[in-house]
């Protein structure tokens, strides 16, 4: 096997996040949702939470825990991006359901799901 591209690494790590939240009693609304036009921010995971909350899941991958880990590059801008596209995401919607912003860390210690990671204020 060769050496993956960077999409291949991305996906196998959203595969992994996705495969890890459904066993927590997720389900998956949307993978990859990006606004149109340039610019704009892209959610990793869409998911539905057995409450009823809708989450905005941005997964991190990490060789090491160097830099501070995978949860430290979700830094300010990245979290504005994130938040335009969930707006514009909900924009859609008849109805406006709960909403959440979390992370999901996959480094090489394990999985490390960061619920209310961030909020939209």
């Known amino acids: 096997m060769g050496i993956l591209s960077?999409?291949?690494?991305g996906d196998s790590a959203e595969d992994e996040a996705r495969r890890f939240l459904q066993a927590q009693g997720l389900?998956?609304?949307?993978?990859?949702?990006?606004?149109p036009g340039r610019g704009g921010g892209e959610i990793d995971l869409i998911m539905h939470a057995p409450d009823g909350t809708t989450v905005?899941?941005?997964?991190?991958k990490r060789?090491?825990?160097r830099h501070g880990g995978a949860a430290a590059?979700?830094?300010h801008v990245k979290q504005r991006r994130i938040i335009f596209?969930?707006?514009?995401?909900?924009?859609?919607?008849?109805?406006?359901?709960p909403c959440r912003f979390d992370v999901v860390v996959l480094e090489p210690d394990g999985v490390q799901w960061l619920q209310a990671a961030f909020d939209a204020s």
């Open 6 to 9: 960077t999409k291949q690494l």
């Open 27 to 35: 389900r998956l609304i949307a993978r990859n949702y990006r606004t």
């Open 56 to 60: 905005f899941v941005e997964v991190r």
């Open 63 to 65: 060789s090491s825990l």
């Open 73 to 75: 590059s979700v830094g």
């Open 85 to 97: 596209a969930a707006r514009h995401y909900l924009m859609h919607l008849r109805e406006l359901p």
